[in-house]
């Protein structure tokens, strides 16, 4: 088995999968005027079955099926059986916005779902449903609840709630996510907002900086776990007499993308290099046959040498990326 190594010695075990564009969510700091309609069909499961047999021969491990929205595809449950049977893969994860994952969840899991992060922008009904764009649909932030809730019932070893931190929008709710942390088996994670084409405007008003969650974390008593292998790009705290966790997620930090050990394919089987990249290289024509698998995997191998050392988020520069819906972040 090779092993994805770049220029910079960074080794790639962990693969993020889009598998649709499509959303029908509408938040305020990715696609508040919806999703457009796609003129593009997304992978099969045929060609998503032979990408991560590629990837796992390299040395990837890990697999996170995004969107858009994941669970708008009708075969969900395929996709994730199809990832989950490659050997390899020893974590097959799920980012979602929980709308329709309760529902879902036992047969996901018997399709070898292990990990899923939730979406929960806000703990507070309305602020939730303004975050999300909601307009004639209600119960959104139960929906999440309740996903989460039934993932740890169901014995899913890895449960996480993403908040995307907006000043002035969920920021002063930041000590009751805490408190959810006390009483909950889950790792809450504070994102920072990244700035994309088509946000420019509310990152300016909304972007809030995690280093100040950060002082208030260790002022607190909270402590900095160890990385363990195949971490993202979280800083985890954690904290005595606590069920949970709290992790930050700093792309603006100094050195964030020294540790980073994650590729993108986009929902038609481009590999993005990073999320901030200029390119994405199609690999599609590889994933018509098994038998291609050998120049799939020397075309991916071949395409690191263009992966570069950092992202230019702090510059301003956020390469082609109009917003993350189309990459799941």
Partial sequence: MGVLTDSYDRKFN????????????????CLPNGCEKSSYAPLSVPEIRNLVTA??????????ITGGEPTAREDIVEIVEAVASVPGIKTTALTTNA????????????AGLNAVNVSVDSLNIN???EITGARTD?????????????ALALGI??????VVLLKGMNDAEIPAFFEWAKETPISVRFIELMQTADNSKLFAQRHLATSTLQKTLLNGGWTPRNR????????????TGYRGTIGLVAPYSTNFCKSCNRLRVTSTGALRLCLFGE???????????????????????????????????????????????????
């Fill in 14 to 29: 962990y693969l993020r999968l889009s598998v649709t564009e499509t959303c029908n969510y509408r938040c305020v700091y």
């Fill in 55 to 64: 990837f796992a021969s390299l040395g990837v491990s890990k697999v996170r």
């Fill in 99 to 110: 709308y329709r994952l309760s529902s879902l969840l036992s047969a996901l899991k018997l």
């Fill in 127 to 129: 602020r939730f449903d």
């Fill in 138 to 150: 209600q119960g959104r932030l139960l929906k999440a609840i309740n996903g989460i809730e039934h």
């Fill in 157 to 162: 070893s890895s449960v996480k709630a993403n």
């Fill in 228 to 239: 363990r292998a195949g971490d993202g790009p979280a800083q985890v705290y954690q904290r």
């Fill in 279 to 329: 390119a994405d290289y199609p690999l599609r024509p590889l994933l018509q046959h098994p038998l291609q698998c050998d120049e799939l995997r020397s075309t991916i191998n071949g395409l690191l040498v263009n992966k570069g050392r950092t992202h230019r988020l702090s510059e301003g520069m956020f390469g082609n990326t109009r917003n993350l819906a189309a990459f799941g972040g």
